[in-house]
Antibody, heavy 120, light 111 residues
Framework: EVQLLESGGRLVKPGGSLRLSCAVSGFSLRPYSMSWVRQAPGKGLEWVSSISSSSKYIYYSESVRGRFTISRDNANNSLYLQMNRLTAEDTAVYYC??????????????WGQGTLVTVS | QSALTQPASVSGSPGQSITISCSGTSSDIGVYDYVSWYQQHPGEAPKLMIYDVSHRPSGVSNRFSGSKSGNTASLTISGLQAEDEADYYCNSYTGTNTLVVFGGGTKLTVL
């Protein structure tokens, strides 16, 4: 069974940092692109960042570029999101999601249950 | 890259068909056949319902179908059921450094 389990979300003060993790099981992370998508309380989905299978291609939304860093460890089937200089606007549930093989596109076929980041 | 435009809400009675539109531009939906649709029930993670405009993942009911015309993609749900009541989101590949753009979401109410 494919599973994605996010962790690391918590209450953090403005200007602080946080590192989110996503542990996957039921499939090998290696061939797949991966993404982080967030959802502010009561709001819609917002794409945050995507990374290709080899980490060669990395993309960020305008709202997080320069503050967030996506990375992955294929050997340990894990995806990460380092979040710096956090603001209240970053408060959201953060989902990790499995994308297409190799290079990321729009489709994410499996999603974790999310981890809540609160900046206050 | 601006968000895709979806109606805030749609409704229908059981057994009816509804269509949710997703309007983009000639830089995203209009040029790429990489539009996906997601269903999200309250408190749950999104679920992929349609990918690459009109393809259904294994296990998704054939009551769900997708299409595209110009800069607008559409999700049609036929034979509405109570369990279809949820929020629906579209997204599209953009081919830019801002790789993906989502729609604002549509709340479907089954009357």
């Amino acid at each position: 069974e494919v599973q994605l389990l996010e962790s690391g979300g918590r209450l953090v003060k403005p200007g602080g940092s946080l590192r989110l993790s996503c542990a996957v099981s039921g499939f090998s992370l290696r061939p797949y692109s991966m993404s982080w998508v967030r959802q502010a309380p009561g709001k819609g989905l917002e794409w945050v960042s995507s990374i290709s299978s080899s980490s060669k291609y990395i993309y960020y939304s305008e709202s997080v570029r320069g503050r967030f860093t996506i990375s992955r460890d294929n050997a340990n089937n894990s995806l990460y999101l380092q979040m710096n200089r956090l603001t209240a606007e970053d408060t959201a549930v953060y989902y990790c999601a499995r994308g297409t093989v190799e290079v990321p596109a729009a489709m994410s076929d499996y999603w974790g249950q999310g981890t809540l980041v609160t900046v206050s | 890259q601006s968000a895709l435009t979806q109606p805030a809400s749609v409704s229908g009675s059981p057994g009816q068909s509804i269509t949710i539109s997703c309007s983009g531009t000639s830089s995203d939906i209009g040029v790429y056949d990489y539009v996906s649709w997601y269903q999200q029930h309250p408190g749950e993670a999104p679920k992929l319902m349609i990918y690459d405009v009109s393809h259904r993942p294994s296990g998704v009911s054939n009551r769900f179908s997708g299409s595209k015309s110009g800069n607008t993609a559409s999700l049609t749900i036929s034979g509405l059921q109570a369990e279809d009541e949820a929020d629906y989101y579209c997204n599209s590949y953009t081919g830019t450094n801002t790789l993906v753009v989502f729609g604002g979401g549509t709340k479907l109410t089954v009357l």
